[in-house]
C-alpha cells in the first residue's frame, strides 16, 4: 500500500482533478465509483431499468476507467473487440463496429464515450471527482462519502466500479527523486504522449504492458533497455484490421457468440478445446501448437484443456513457447535470458505481443537481466545495478504493474459497521462473499471484486454479471421492503475456502512472484485474490444464491 500512495505523490503525470461540479443533490439512493465499462452499465442498470437516484464519481476527466489511464505506446487490449464490449443490449452490440482484432486504447475509448452518449449516461457522472472515504452510518443506513475537493454525499448503496488494475505501482527504489530526466508509470500516461526521439529509454517491467510497450517504443526512442527481472511468455496477437465479412459474421451472430462469452470458462467467445494435452501423439500436439501459433491471442491457451491443470501438460506448452523465442531472437545470450522462464505459461497472467520478441533484433534495444544484477539504485542519469554498471538515460518507463484488486479498493478509506475499516477487515488479505459483499459492510457491493473471477476473466463479461446480479438483488430489496443486506461472517468463511479450492485445483498459485497473489507489492498478504473456478460455475453459483432467497446474506 505504502508504494501505490508514493506513486499517487510523487507522479508528475496524474491528471489534475477537477473541482466537483456545484450541483446541489447529495443525497442518492446509490452511489457509484468509477467510470469505467462497470461503472457505466451500473448506472445504466440504477438509474433506467430500476429508476433509483444515481450518480457516479470519476476522477478522471472522462470515461473509461482503466482505459482512461492507459494510454502508453502499443496499449491495446487482448481480448478480442467483438468479445470485449457489452452484450446487455443486441442493438447496441450490432451498431458498433470495430476496426480491428483488438482494440487499441483509444478506439475503447471511443466505444465507452459512445455507450456513455448513447444511454445519456454522462449528465449522471461527476468527473474530476476523486472518492477518499466512505464511512457507513448505521443509524441512518446510509454511506457517507467524501471527495477529495472536501464534498460530503449520501447513498443508501454504494456501489464500487474501481477496477482491478487501477492503482498503478512505482517500486520504491532509491533515488527515483533524484533522477534528472523524466519518469513515467504506463498506467498514468499522459494524455499528449510522451515523445521517445532522439532519447535514451529504460523500461522495467516485462508483463502484459512491457511486452507491449517495448516495440512501440523502440520504434522512436534513440536507444531502449529492457530492465527485465522475471522472464515472460508471450504468443503473437495477430492483430489485423477486421474485414466487412468479418464484421458481418458479428453482427449476425450476436446470440450466439454472446452464449459463448457467457459459457466459457474465460468469458471469451471462443471455446476450450476439449482434450487432454496426452489424447494426442508428440508430432500431433505439435501440429496443435503450430497451428494455435498462427492464430494467435489468448485462444493459445485453449488448445488443450489441461494446461492450467497439469504441470506435465503445461511443460509441453512451455517448451513450445520457448523453442519459438530461441528462433525468433537472432542473439543467443539474449535469446537464452528471455527464455529462461521459470513458471507454468499461463500461470501468470498470458501476455499476447506485437513484434516483442523481434524487438530484441533492433540494434538500439538492449535486454538486461535485473534478476542476476538487480537495480540498485536510480542516480541523477540513469540506472545502476548491483555489479556497479551504470546506465545512462533519458526516461525511465514504469511498467511495474498495479497494486491489484484490492489496491483500488484500499487506498480509499471505506469503514463498515462500527467504524470498521476495510483495510482492518482485509489485514490477512481479502474477505468477502462471492466477490461482492464484506461482512460490517452493509450495501456495499464491490464490483469484481477479489473472490469474483474478474481479472481471469475476459473483464466485460465479469462486469456484466456482476452488475446483473447486484441490479437483480437490489430489485429484489425493494420489492420486498428490505432495508440492508449484508454478507453473513459464515458465508464469507465458505466463500474464501471455495476460492482456495478452485485456486489450488490449477497450477496458478503456484507462481510465487503473480500479481494475482499480490507478490509485487512489498506487504501485502499472499492471498490468491480471483475466484478460479471459471466464470459459468461462479454465474451458476451466483444465481443459485439468489435463486434460494439471497442465501448467505442478512436482509434486515
Ligand atoms: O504488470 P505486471 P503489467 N524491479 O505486474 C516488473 C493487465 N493488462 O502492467 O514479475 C524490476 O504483470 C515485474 O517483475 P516480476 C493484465 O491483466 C492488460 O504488465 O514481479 N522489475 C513484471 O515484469 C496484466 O497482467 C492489458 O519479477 C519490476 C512487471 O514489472 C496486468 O494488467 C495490457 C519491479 C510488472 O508486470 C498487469 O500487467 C496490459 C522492480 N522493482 C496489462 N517491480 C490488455 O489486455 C515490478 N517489476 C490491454
Same mark, same amino acid.
Given at each position: 500500500m505504502a508504494t501505490a500512495k508514493t506513486a499517487r505523490k510523487k507522479s508528475?503525470?496524474? @491528471?489534475p482533478t477537477r473541482k466537483a461540479?456545484?450541483?446541489?443533490?447529495?443525497?442518492?439512493?446509490a452511489l457509484i465509483i468509477g467510470a469505467g465499462f462497470s461503472g457505466l452499465y451500473q448506472l445504466y442498470c440504477l438509474r433506467?431499468?430500476?429508476?433509483l437516484s444515481a450518480l457516479v464519481l470519476e476522477?478522471?476527466?472522462?470515461?473509461?476507467g482503466t482505459w482512461y489511464w492507459?494510454?502508453?505506446?502499443?496499449?491495446?487490449?487482448?481480448?478480442?473487440s467483438h468479445s470485449y464490449c457489452?452484450?446487455?443490449?443486441e442493438k447496441l452490440y450490432k451498431e458498433w463496429q470495430w476496426s480491428e482484432r483488438y482494440p487499441g486504447h483509444a478506439e475503447v475509448r471511443r466505444y465507452l464515450n459512445h455507450v456513455a452518449d448513447r444511454f445519456d449516461l454522462k449528465r449522471s457522472i461527476r468527473f474530476g471527482t476523486r472518492v477518499t472515504a466512505a464511512h457507513y452510518d448505521e443509524a441512518a443506513n446510509r454511506w457517507q462519502v467524501t471527495t477529495e475537493a472536501g464534498e460530503r454525499l449520501t447513498a443508501k448503496f454504494l456501489i464500487t466500479a474501481?477496477?482491478?488494475?487501477?492503482? @498503478?505501482n512505482v517500486p520504491n527504489i532509491p533515488g527515483l527523486d533524484s533522477f534528472k530526466g523524466r519518469w513515467v508509470h504506463t498506467g498514468q500516461w499522459p494524455h499528449e504522449g510522451v515523445d521517445f526521439t532522439g532519447k535514451r529509454v529504460g523500461l522495467i517491467g516485462t508483463g502484459s504492458t512491457g511486452i507491449q510497450a517495448t516495440p512501440v517504443i523502440a520504434e522512436t526512442a534513440k536507444h531502449l533497455t529492457v530492465f527485465q527481472r522475471t522472464p515472460n511468455y508471450s504468443v503473437p496477437a495477430r492483430n489485423v484490421p477486421l474485414t466487412a465479412e468479418f464484421q458481418r459474421y458479428v453482427r449476425e451472430n450476436y446470440p450466439e457468440l454472446a452464449r459463448t462469452m457467457r459459457r466459457t470458462p474465460n468469458g471469451h467467445a471462443f471455446v476450450i478445446e476439449d482434450?487432454?494435452?496426452? %489424447?494426442?501423439t508428440p508430432e500431433e500436439r505439435q501440429a496443435i501448437y503450430e497451428a494455435a501459433w498462427e492464430v494467435?491471442?489468448?485462444?493459445?491457451?485453449? @488448445?488443450?484443456? %489441461?494446461l492450467l491443470a497439469d504441470k506435465a501438460a503445461n511443460d509441453t506448452a512451455a517448451d513450445f513457447i520457448k523453442s519459438k523465442i530461441r528462433q525468433v531472437v537472432k542473439d543467443k545470450a539474449t535469446a537464452e535470458k528471455l527464455a529462461?522462464? %521459470?513458471?507454468?505459461?499461463?500461470?501468470?497472467?498470458p501476455p499476447i505481443d506485437t513484434d516483442y520478441f523481434e524487438a530484441?533484433?533492433?540494434?538500439n534495444v538492449a535486454l538486461v537481466d535485473v534478476r542476476a544484477d538487480p537495480i540498485e539504485a536510480i542516480t541523477a542519469t540513469g540506472i545502476r545495478t548491483r555489479s556497479g554498471t551504470e546506465y545512462p538515460l533519458d526516461i525511465i518507463v514504469f511498467?511495474?504493474?498495479?497494486?491489484?484488486?484490492?489496491g483500488p479498493l484500499l487506498r480509499m478509506d471505506i469503514r463498515g459497521r462500527d467504524g470498521l475499516p476495510l483495510a482492518e477487515a482485509w489485514k490477512a488479505g481479502p474477505r468477502n462473499y462471492l466477490g461482492l459483499q464484506v461482512a460490517g459492510f452493509p450495501n456495499l457491493f464491490t464490483i469484481t471484486?477479489?473472490?469474483?473471477p474478474s481479472v481471469l476473466c475476459n473483464m466485460p463479461v465479469a462486469i456484466e454479471q456482476h452488475v446483473d446480479w447486484i441490479t437483480g438483488c437490489i430489485a429484489h430489496m425493494r420489492a420486498n421492503r428490505v432495508e440492508r443486506i449484508e454478507a453473513r461472517p459464515e458465508a464469507v468463511e465458505r466463500w474464501v475456502e471455495q476460492v482456495n479450492i478452485a485456486a489450488n485445483?490449477?497450477?496458478?498459485?503456484?507462481?510465487?512472484?503473480?500479481w494475482y497473489l499480490g507478490a509485487?507489492?512489498?506487504?501485502?498478504?499472499r492471498v490468491f485474490m480471483p475466484?478460479?473456478?471459471?466464470m459459468a460455475r461462479f454465474r451458476a453459483i451466483c444465481d443459485g444464491v439468489a435463486a434460494r432467497g439471497y442465501e448467505g446474506f442478512a436482509l434486515s
Amino acid at each position: 500500500m505504502a508504494t501505490a500512495k508514493t506513486a499517487r505523490k510523487k507522479s508528475p503525470q496524474r @491528471a489534475p482533478t477537477r473541482k466537483a461540479p456545484a450541483r446541489k443533490q447529495s443525497a442518492f439512493d446509490a452511489l457509484i465509483i468509477g467510470a469505467g465499462f462497470s461503472g457505466l452499465y451500473q448506472l445504466y442498470c440504477l438509474r433506467d431499468r430500476l429508476d433509483l437516484s444515481a450518480l457516479v464519481l470519476e476522477a478522471g476527466d472522462g470515461v473509461g476507467g482503466t482505459w482512461y489511464w492507459n494510454r502508453y505506446p502499443g496499449a491495446r487490449c487482448d481480448s478480442e473487440s467483438h468479445s470485449y464490449c457489452f452484450t446487455f443490449d443486441e442493438k447496441l452490440y450490432k451498431e458498433w463496429q470495430w476496426s480491428e482484432r483488438y482494440p487499441g486504447h483509444a478506439e475503447v475509448r471511443r466505444y465507452l464515450n459512445h455507450v456513455a452518449d448513447r444511454f445519456d449516461l454522462k449528465r449522471s457522472i461527476r468527473f474530476g471527482t476523486r472518492v477518499t472515504a466512505a464511512h457507513y452510518d448505521e443509524a441512518a443506513n446510509r454511506w457517507q462519502v467524501t471527495t477529495e475537493a472536501g464534498e460530503r454525499l449520501t447513498a443508501k448503496f454504494l456501489i464500487t466500479a474501481v477496477g482491478c488494475l487501477s492503482t @498503478a505501482n512505482v517500486p520504491n527504489i532509491p533515488g527515483l527523486d533524484s533522477f534528472k530526466g523524466r519518469w513515467v508509470h504506463t498506467g498514468q500516461w499522459p494524455h499528449e504522449g510522451v515523445d521517445f526521439t532522439g532519447k535514451r529509454v529504460g523500461l522495467i517491467g516485462t508483463g502484459s504492458t512491457g511486452i507491449q510497450a517495448t516495440p512501440v517504443i523502440a520504434e522512436t526512442a534513440k536507444h531502449l533497455t529492457v530492465f527485465q527481472r522475471t522472464p515472460n511468455y508471450s504468443v503473437p496477437a495477430r492483430n489485423v484490421p477486421l474485414t466487412a465479412e468479418f464484421q458481418r459474421y458479428v453482427r449476425e451472430n450476436y446470440p450466439e457468440l454472446a452464449r459463448t462469452m457467457r459459457r466459457t470458462p474465460n468469458g471469451h467467445a471462443f471455446v476450450i478445446e476439449d482434450r487432454s494435452v496426452f %489424447d494426442v501423439t508428440p508430432e500431433e500436439r505439435q501440429a496443435i501448437y503450430e497451428a494455435a501459433w498462427e492464430v494467435g491471442g489468448l485462444q493459445f491457451r485453449a @488448445a488443450f484443456r %489441461d494446461l492450467l491443470a497439469d504441470k506435465a501438460a503445461n511443460d509441453t506448452a512451455a517448451d513450445f513457447i520457448k523453442s519459438k523465442i530461441r528462433q525468433v531472437v537472432k542473439d543467443k545470450a539474449t535469446a537464452e535470458k528471455l527464455a529462461n522462464i %521459470d513458471h507454468p505459461y499461463a500461470a501468470k497472467r498470458p501476455p499476447i505481443d506485437t513484434d516483442y520478441f523481434e524487438a530484441f533484433n533492433r540494434d538500439n534495444v538492449a535486454l538486461v537481466d535485473v534478476r542476476a544484477d538487480p537495480i540498485e539504485a536510480i542516480t541523477a542519469t540513469g540506472i545502476r545495478t548491483r555489479s556497479g554498471t551504470e546506465y545512462p538515460l533519458d526516461i525511465i518507463v514504469f511498467a511495474t504493474g498495479f497494486d491489484a484488486m484490492t489496491g483500488p479498493l484500499l487506498r480509499m478509506d471505506i469503514r463498515g459497521r462500527d467504524g470498521l475499516p476495510l483495510a482492518e477487515a482485509w489485514k490477512a488479505g481479502p474477505r468477502n462473499y462471492l466477490g461482492l459483499q464484506v461482512a460490517g459492510f452493509p450495501n456495499l457491493f464491490t464490483i469484481t471484486g477479489p473472490g469474483s473471477p474478474s481479472v481471469l476473466c475476459n473483464m466485460p463479461v465479469a462486469i456484466e454479471q456482476h452488475v446483473d446480479w447486484i441490479t437483480g438483488c437490489i430489485a429484489h430489496m425493494r420489492a420486498n421492503r428490505v432495508e440492508r443486506i449484508e454478507a453473513r461472517p459464515e458465508a464469507v468463511e465458505r466463500w474464501v475456502e471455495q476460492v482456495n479450492i478452485a485456486a489450488n485445483a490449477t497450477l496458478l498459485p503456484q507462481v510465487p512472484h503473480s500479481w494475482y497473489l499480490g507478490a509485487n507489492i512489498p506487504g501485502k498478504p499472499r492471498v490468491f485474490m480471483p475466484y478460479a473456478g471459471g466464470m459459468a460455475r461462479f454465474r451458476a453459483i451466483c444465481d443459485g444464491v439468489a435463486a434460494r432467497g439471497y442465501e448467505g446474506f442478512a436482509l434486515s
